[in-house]
């Protein structure tokens, strides 16, 4: 009886086994499956992601404001280059301690504020790790309230980009 | 002749059979007897369902196998989905100024001119991306001063109104000033934004979604 009884237990025990076995494997299954259907949109936004990830060997190479602003050794972050392109002037900004950064300073007095925002906009969706830590924009003294003609402003900004230095 | 002549071995066994002793020893052997019928019910029992779940294991064995091999060739988009899932806080911080700025070209009035505005990340905290740190502001500030036409009323306030309804929830306005002036009323408004990821509001739509360039 004793026996029969370790046995009970015994077959209990494979049958809670079981049980977990078949829940562990519905759920690697469902996840296999939402990651076959998923697998474009993941590779999608991946590659997305990944694109404008600056690359910290570059950080060095950007072109300061004393030089006009001209491209010297090698190329910028994809971002600052379009803002430059743009009528911005940009310098490398203080990158802050332990941080997987590059920090840029912009600067225009070009600039309408109909270009900036969609110039932000482009810059902002073409790179999902750059911030805008500050961003000033002021009308000139000299131009009157309610003026009808084109204004440039005097656009400030400070970006941040996330960089690939754990890759 | 002789009258019932019994043997001693059959009075002997007359003693056996109708004794107490002899009959509790009975009925402990017949119940012991019938004690063995459900024991060997259950022997059975036991024995079909340890078959029975033995080859269910080794079906769920075969399956998880399958399922690992499955795996293995999703394993770089699952790598990849990790990494991205690893960039969620990041992503999440980030409140598009570029939205907030056209959402303020869109709300503001034709008695408004705006003459500043100036949007400040703040609260900023440190956040583990894989091998490195990131600071990720919690809270953006935005400041809005310009001029108003002299009757035009609470033009500011119902700028400073509608931009919060479309700023996160749990911004706030956190200054609204008018100072008098002629022809033009100078107004100042102050708001803070928290950086929680849902900038719906703003027209913004999620990373994911396709053709959201």
């Known amino acids: 009886m004793l026996w029969l009884y370790h046995w009970h237990r015994a077959n209990e025990a494979l049958y809670l086994s079981n049980i977990r076995q078949a829940s562990q494997n519905w759920l690697d299954q469902r996840k296999i499956t939402d990651l076959k259907a998923a697998a474009v949109q993941i590779n999608g936004l991946y590659l997305r992601l990944g694109d404008p990830i600056v690359a910290t060997q570059n950080l060095e190479q950007v072109p300061s404001l004393d030089h006009g602003g001209a491209r010297q050794n090698g190329p910028e972050p994809v971002v600052i280059h379009d803002f430059m392109k743009a009528g911005f002037a940009a310098v490398p900004g203080a990158r802050r301690r332990h941080e997987s950064s590059v920090v840029f300073e912009l600067a225009s007095n070009q600039l309408e504020f109909h270009r900036v925002v969609p110039l932000l906009a482009q810059e902002e969706n073409s790179n999902a790790f750059l911030f805008i830590d500050h961003i000033e924009l002021l009308r000139p003294k000299t131009t009157e309230p309610f003026s009808e003609h084109p204004t440039a402003l005097q656009s400030r900004l400070r970006v941040r980009m996330f960089t690939a230095a754990a890759q | ?213």
């Open chain 2, 1 to 213: 002749m002789k009258p019932h002549l019994v043997s001693k071995e059959v009075l002997a066994r007359q003693v056996y059979r109708y004794s107490r002793a002899y009959r509790l020893a009975a009925f402990i052997l017949f119940g012991f007897l019938l004690l063995q019928v459900p024991a060997v019910v259950w022997l059975i029992y036991e024995k079909q369902v340890d078959q029975d779940r033995r080859t269910r294991a080794g079906q769920l064995a075969a399956e998880a196998a399958r399922i690992a091999s499955d795996r293995k060739a999703l394993a770089d988009t699952e790598k990849k989905l990790k990494r991205i899932q690893g960039l969620a806080p990041v992503l999440r911080a980030r409140l598009p100024i570029s939205a907030v700025l056209g959402k303020i070209e869109q709300l503001a009035s034709q008695d408004l001119a705006l003459s500043q505005v100036v949007i400040d990340a703040g609260e900023f905290q440190p956040v583990q991306i894989e091998a490195g740190l990131f600071q990720l502001p919690r809270q953006i500030n935005i400041v809005i001063t310009g001029q108003e036409r002299a009757q035009a009323g609470d033009a500011y306030k119902h700028l400073a109104g509608k931009l919060l309804e479309s700023l996160p929830p749990g911004s706030k306005i956190a200054e609204t000033s008018l100072a008098d002036g002629e022809p033009f009323k100078t107004f100042r408004l102050a708001l803070n934004a928290p950086t929680n990821g849902n900038y719906f509001g703003l027209g913004v739509t999620k990373i994911s979604t396709q053709n959201s360039l």
